[in-house]
């Protein structure tokens, strides 16, 4: 059989890097597989302004340690629709998020999630399509134990923006569950340094992501007040001009109303931080 990390010399490859442990795991398997990074295959990792710091330490510290070019790109609202950055001019304040919003003139939600498609999807199959490829194999790291994300994706075949990619789940095809992953992780010299409960990083991709359960923002808010003041401010950006403004999740508290429990109810909600809705799963990944 396959491995499910060997990649097509011929075939032009994109590998997306969300920035988190399973997808640096999977490309370590695919270096490991492949004796380096194949000709003809790209790594990409799109920043949207609103990963945490560590995420951006830990992209660097992978390419610099494993010796693999990254690409960080990130959504431009211009004709062409991204650009090139690194560590030190990546956004940190959700700049190419915020882009998005006032382009859209509208809130992403758990309905209709532009963000992950816009800021990532999108930006990684312009920079891809720039750079001359016509049809490529893109890896994503969605693991063995994400079935619904994993039976998503199979049943489309493509990102939802092109049927120029063929979606590759090598993690999922290989049984590779958090645990591997997180086994992985405890043997190397370093790590994503973001709180991990469970193997769920509470603090990957964007910092308070509207698809968190609701206990773990709360959470998150506790720990570091001044994050949901991007989110707030969003939520301020009236745009449909409705009473009470805009929100991420029509079907819950605000940002502000958060903020406010958060600083309210702290001994509360503590106890109960990954308990009280399912996360949503998105293509963003872990
Ligand atoms: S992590 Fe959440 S808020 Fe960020 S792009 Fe993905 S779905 Fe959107």
Not at 81 to 88: I, L, Q
Not at 126 to 142: S, V
Request: charged fraction near 25%; aromatic fraction near 10%; include cysteine.
């Amino acid at each position: 059989m396959r491995d499910p990390f060997q990649i097509d010399p011929e075939q032009p490859t994109g590998i997306s890097f969300s920035g988190g442990r399973s997808s640096a795991y999977m490309l370590w398997r695919i270096l490991d597989a492949n004796n380096g990074l194949p000709e003809n295959t790209r790594v990409c990792f799109a920043n949207t302004g609103k990963e945490a710091e560590a995420t951006l330490r830990f992209v660097r510290e992978c390419g610099v340690r494993w010796q693999v070019p990254i690409t960080w790109i990130e959504y431009r609202d211009d004709p062409v629709g991204f650009t090139v950055v690194d560590f030190a001019s990546a956004s940190r304040q959700g700049e190419p998020f915020e882009a998005l919003i006032r382009k859209c003139r509208y809130l992403p939600n758990p309905v209709a999630r532009l963000c992950t498609g816009r800021l990532k999807i999108r930006v990684m199959y312009k920079f891809l399509r720039q750079g001359g490829w016509t049809e490529w194999d893109q890896h994503i790291g969605i693991r063995a134990d994400e079935p619904r994300r994993v039976a998503k994706i199979r049943a489309r075949g493509n990102s939802s923006d092109s049927a120029h990619e063929t979606m590759c789940l090598p993690l999922a095809d290989a049984g590779v569950t958090v645990r591997e992953v997180g086994a992985f992780w405890k043997t190397q010299p370093f790590d994503l340094e973001l709180l991990t409960v469970n193997g769920r990083t509470l603090e990957g991709n964007c910092d308070l992501c509207f698809l968190k359960p609701r206990a773990q923002r709360l959470a998150l808010i506790q720990a570091r007040p001044q994050a949901a003041q991007w989110w707030m401010r969003m939520e301020s950006l009236d745009f449909s001009k409705k009473p009470g403004g805009t929100r991420f999740r029509i079907h819950g508290p605000s940002y502000a109303d958060l903020a406010r429990i958060a600083a309210s109810q702290q001994e509360l909600f503590a106890r109960d931080a990954c308990d009280d809705e399912a996360p949503i799963g998105c293509f963003c990944g872990d």
